[in-house]
């Protein structure tokens, strides 16, 4: 059996969020439709909205007839970056975070690997931006009509 890589909750709502917005480029989207469309709460949309408008990837727009929208071009956007701070808090192994226990941090070499196949992931993901998962994706904008 091979064992599941996962990504936070936050990283998965997050490029959700921008999935959305970029497949709406002529107009500002709420959090309230984002939410309805996902079935995700919107106090969790919330956060990933000020979280993403902190690291300058949304534009927030406040006031009557407000809402949300990519604050650059969806070309310029990596996933990989999306990813990396996103994720940033998060540790793959006990001893990639602080006040590690493990007995065998010292010799262990598993660390430098992991972190190895860590870097490779993110490379991966470095060569896609948001425009190429919504650019022409028809299926995305139909699916997200019908939510």
Known sequence: MCPKM?????TDYSLRVLMYVA???????????MAAAYGISQNHLM???YELGRHGILETVRGRGGGI???RPQEEIRIGDVVRFTEAGTALVECFGTGSECV???PCRL???LNEAREAFLGVL?????????????GLARSLKAA
């Open 6 to 10: 996962r990504l936070t909750a936050f």
């Open 23 to 33: 497949a709406r480029p002529d107009r500002l989207v709420r959090i309230r439709e």
């Open 47 to 49: 956060k990933v909205v």
């Open 69 to 71: 929208r990519l604050a």
């Open 104 to 106: 065998i941090v010292g």
């Open 111 to 113: 660390k430098g690997i």
């Open 126 to 138: 470095d060569r896609y931006t948001l425009d190429d998962l919504v650019r022409g994706n028809r």
